[in-house]
C-alpha cells in the first residue's frame, strides 16, 4: 500500500517563502507523475505542479514563476518550493501520484495560510 505524507506548511508572510514535503512509502520510481494540488474553502482542488518520471515539470499559471517543484529519487521524496507567497495561495496542499496503471495517490494534505 501506499502512502504519501505531506510536511512543511504554516503560516507566512505575503511575500515570503515555504517548502512542502512529500515523502512515499516505497520507492517513487514507481509513479510516472508526482504533483502537488491545492484546495481552498469553498473552491476546487486544482493542479499546482507535476513533474514527470522524465523529469518535466508543469505549473498553473498562477504559479509560475513563484514556485518550484523537485524531487529526490534516492530519498522517495518530491518538494514544491513556494516564494513570492500571496494571501490567494492560502489553501490546503496534497501530494498526489499517478502509477504506471493510472491509479492516483493521495497524501493527507498540508495548511499553508499566507497572512500578515
Known amino acids: 500500500q501506499v502512502q504519501l505524507v505531506e510536511s512543511g506548511g504554516g503560516l507566512v508572510q505575503p511575500g515570503g517563502s515555504l517548502r512542502l514535503s512529500c515523502a512515499a512509502s516505497?520507492?517513487?520510481?514507481?509513479?510516472?507523475?508526482m504533483g502537488w494540488y491545492r484546495q481552498a474553502p469553498g473552491k476546487q482542488r486544482e493542479l499546482v505542479a507535476a513533474?514527470?518520471?522524465?523529469?518535466?515539470?508543469n505549473y498553473a499559471d498562477s504559479v509560475k514563476g513563484r514556485f518550484t517543484i523537485s524531487r529526490d529519487n534516492a530519498k522517495n521524496m518530491w518538494y514544491l518550493q513556494l516564494s513570492s507567497l500571496k494571501p490567494e495561495d492560502t489553501a490546503v496542499y496534497y501530494c498526489?501520484?499517478?502509477?504506471?496503471?493510472?491509479?492516483?495517490?493521495w497524501g493527507q494534505g498540508t495548511q499553508v495560510t499566507v497572512s500578515s
Open positions: 516505497g520507492s517513487i520510481s514507481r509513479f510516472n507523475v
Open positions: 513533474i514527470t518520471s522524465g523529469g518535466s515539470t
Open positions: 498526489n501520484a499517478l502509477n504506471i496503471w493510472n491509479y492516483q495517490f
